[in-house]
């Protein structure tokens, strides 16, 4: 991966990044608050998305010229597994788009009975481990594992904070649709709701932050294998494909929640 910024410069940008994503994340909380307009907070996600994808994730290196390097060389093998890491998250995309497909399918304008605010904060956070992941890439690129390592660190630290938020704390605050009942024997044998209005509700509603959550975990798991590595001298700032990777993985869960909360939390209204 080529480097054209300094240290300062590429720090920065990081900051000015996260500045946008913040005010576009309160901006969308507003929309949905005052006017719930849907097209409009679909429109705010789509720019949000492509702040991440084009500078937090790079999408741009995957045009990086090798310069006529071997089949043998670093930086031909980085391109490589570079697609190859795209590849699977745009196969991964699908299964989340089919459960944003099925979402609007089932519950059409109408959304969970959710705390609005509390969703505001764990996507914040989220939001904030994406920044300290970038910077925490940045300074590994720049050839400092000591920042590395505090940063993806912090991030860890956050992305717990959010597992924590949407699994411990909002499935068991929200209302009927996560009250099961348990039926050990049958033909209908398994967790059911109890309500009959909140069988698709909860069943979307477990299945997307389910499966986001799922990918948080995997993401905190890949992160922890990387740090083990930075710490051990694996990396540089010439050779630094696994925090790379590590780094676009984290931003891809970022993704998928940016589009995954307005579809919770604000667009709709409460049945």
Do not use: C
């Amino acid at each position: 991966m080529h480097h054209t910024q300094d240290k300062s410069s590429a720090l920065g940008q990081g900051v000015i990044i996260f500045v946008f994503l913040g005010a576009l994340t309160l901006l969308e909380y507003f929309i949905a608050v005052a006017v719930n307009n849907t097209p409009l907070l679909i429109v705010v996600a789509i720019v949000k998305a492509a702040l991440v994808l084009y500078y937090y994730m790079h999408i741009g290196s995957l045009n990086d010229d090798d310069h006529g390097a071997g089949h043998e060389s670093y930086a031909y093998k980085t391109g490589t597994d570079r697609l190859g890491l795209w590849l699977f998250l745009l196969s991964d995309a699908f299964v989340f788009l089919g459960l944003g497909v099925a979402r609007f399918n089932l519950l059409g304008l109408t959304r969970p009975e959710l705390a609005q605010l509390f969703g505001l904060f764990v996507t914040n956070v989220l939001l904030i481990s994406s920044f300290s992941m970038n910077r925490a890439e940045t300074l590994m690129a720049h050839g400092d594992t000591k920042g590395f390592m505090n940063w993806s660190l912090i991030t860890m630290i956050l992305g717990l904070g959010f597992f924590v938020g949407v699994v411990v704390i909002e499935w068991h605050t929200i209302p009927a649709i996560a009250e099961p009942v348990l039926i050990l024997f049958g033909e209908h044998a398994g967790f059911v709701p109890l309500t009959a209005s909140g069988t698709a509700m909860g069943a979307i509603f477990f299945m997307m932050t389910g499966m986001h959550a799922f990918h948080v975990l995997t993401g905190l798991a890949l992160l922890q294998v990387v740090r083990s590595k930075a710490g051990k001298g694996y990396y540089s700032a010439e050779k630094h494909w696994g925090v790379e990777a590590a780094t676009i993985y984290w931003h891809f869960v970022d993704v998928v929640w940016i589009f995954f909360y307005p579809a919770l939390y604000l667009i709709g209204k409460l049945v």
